[in-house]
């Protein structure tokens, strides 16, 4: 499809972390008297950076969080990821195709710089991305889903918005790129296709991304690929 930059959200598109991180979420909230379910932390948190948690119970019951809630969720979190979080499958054979095509990529995560580089070490996928091929909510003023990030991510990365595609997972990532006027794909392992409205278009398994970005699958996705070692520059 001709596009010069791929940028893929991080949280459930490359680590599969969503799970482990929205379960951690609700618990805690529930132990500080705001009850959450899993199902609930999915649908009002997921693809968001962790000031929209501190919003919306403010919003619903007046109550400021604690001082040290992101402190303490951080570390939970981190905690659960070192001992557990696995890449998203198939996502490896991805990576491994754009390299060999000479595509450009990057990520832009509504997480963390330290969520980011914690889940990579864990799931195995730094060596993947260089420093400047990285892009957290930290960098911008506002998060997903106004599209400041991402249009800091092409800004950084060169590349014309109308020439990028974004991966993403969460409603909000997918309003982010609409806004940003750029095409994305809404992966659906863990949110249907209708709750991603505006889509360019929809993948459930990681190894059919391939051939919506209009790659040769790589031999990686089948073989076990587990990186490469330098020699690619965007």
């Known amino acids: 499809m001709g596009y010069d930059l791929v940028i893929f ?29 899993y199902e609930e932390s ?24 604690p001082a ?10 981190f905690a659960a990821f070192e001992r557990e979080l696995k890449p ?8 491994a195709a754009l390299v060999e095509s000479g595509t450009a990529y990057c990520l832009a995560s509504s997480g963390s710089h330290e969520r980011i580089r914690v889940g990579h070490r864990a799931a195995g996928l730094d060596e993947w991305f260089e420093e400047e091929w990285i892009f ?14 991402f249009l800091h991510a092409a ?9 990028c595609v974004v ?5 909000l990532g ?13 992966y659906t392992a863990m949110v249907p296709a209708d709750r991603l409205p505006g889509s360019t278009g929809y993948f459930g398994d990681m190894n059919q991304l391939a051939g919506l970005l209009g790659l040769a699958e790589s031999a990686g996705s089948e073989t076990g690929y587990t990186g490469y070692s330098g020699g690619f520059s965007h």
């Open 9 to 37: 959200d991080n949280d459930g598109v490359l680590v599969d972390s969503e799970p482990l991180a929205n379960s951690i979420l609700a618990g805690y909230l529930t132990e500080l008297g705001h009850p959450t379910s």
């Open 174 to 186: 997918v309003q982010a790129a609409l806004a940003a006027g750029m095409d994305v794909f809404g």
């Open 88 to 95: 998203v499958p198939g996502v490896e054979g991805v990576l």
């Open 167 to 171: 991966v993403e997972d969460s409603p």
């Open 136 to 149: 957290s909510s930290e960098d911008v003023g506002k998060g997903k889903p106004a599209p400041d990030l």
């Open 155 to 163: 800004d950084q990365m060169g590349v014309a918005p109308g020439r």
């Open 42 to 65: 999915l649908r009002d948190y997921m693809g968001a950076a962790v000031h929209r948690v501190h919003d919306l119970v403010r919003e619903r019951t007046g109550q400021a969080l």
């Open 68 to 77: 040290d809630f992101d402190s303490t969720l951080h570390a939970r979190t």
